[in-house]
T-cell receptor, first 114, second 109 residues
Framework: EADIYQTPRYLVIGTGKKITLECSQTMGHDKMYWYQQDPGMELHLIHYSYGVNSTEKGDLSSESTVSRIRTEHFPLTLESARPSHTSQYLC?????????????FGPGTRLTVT | GQNIDQPTEMTATEGAIVQINCTYQTSGFNGLFWYQQHAGEAPTFLSYNVLDGLEEKGRFSSFLSRSKGYSYLLLKELQMKDSASYLCAVRLNTDKLIFGTGTRLQVFP
């Protein structure tokens, strides 16, 4: 059973606010990822990390930032939320093994910016 | 660019067999994943193919042909709880996953 947690699960916030979406995993995985998914659409990678102090931007341009100070923690921050940021944000993690392994997903944060 | 194609929607009857196809054209290939995603929930892992052939896991099987850029997910003995979206995802050589839009499967009694 995957142990990856996201908080909050749901968030409604006004335009211009700063928000941080939390993601933690207890599996000791080196690799962590943030995806954005609109209803009925594909997941888009917005950030990823291959270890502590390592962060990279994904394929979808995003105004968010991430940090990876501890292996288990990979928070995502929006400095100034806008209605266009309304979406579901999914965090995932995976092990570093030869041949790779599957990504385990957290339950997601559904963000609405009014 | 990266391109992954899946049918948008499929319907089937409880107890039947359904095959969900996925074709891909990507810059690099390091395996193909299938995930199941119920509405409003996170994706959960179903199968992984890196070599050509069929991988069977209970009621679910997945097939890969790398030369054709093609995979399918086969679901047998369908149950109502199998109603969900099924996501095809290709892992690139960089270890990132590229997802298709998913196939929404509805199972009817």
């Amino acid at each position: 059973e995957a142990d990856i947690y996201q908080t909050p699960r749901y968030l409604v916030i006004g335009t211009g606010k700063k928000i941080t979406l939390e993601c933690s995993q207890t599996m000791g995985h080196d690799k962590m990822y943030w995806y954005q998914q609109d209803p009925g659409m594909e997941l888009h990678l917005i950030h990823y990390s291959y270890g502590v102090n390592s962060t990279e931007k994904g394929d979808l341009s995003s105004e968010s930032t991430v940090s990876r100070i501890r292996t288990e923690h990979f928070p995502l921050t929006l400095e100034s939320a806008r209605p266009s940021h309304t979406s579901q944000y999914l965090c995932a993690s995976s092990e570093t093994l030869a041949g790779g392994t599957e990504q385990y997903f957290g339950p997601g944060t559904r963000l609405t910016v009014t | 660019g990266q391109n992954i194609d899946q049918p948008t929607e499929m319907t089937a009857t409880e107890g039947a067999i359904v095959q969900i196809n996925c074709t891909y054209q990507t810059s690099g290939f390091n395996g193909l994943f299938w995930y199941q995603q119920h509405a409003g929930e996170a994706p959960t892992f179903l199968s992984y193919n890196v070599l050509d052939g069929l991988e069977e896991k209970g009621r679910f099987s997945s097939f890969l042909s790398r030369s054709k850029g093609y995979s399918y997910l086969l679901l047998k003995e369908l149950q109502m709880k199998d109603s969900a979206s099924y996501l095809c995802a290709v892992r690139l050589n960089t270890d990132k996953l590229i997802f298709g839009t998913g196939t929404r499967l509805q199972v009817f009694p």
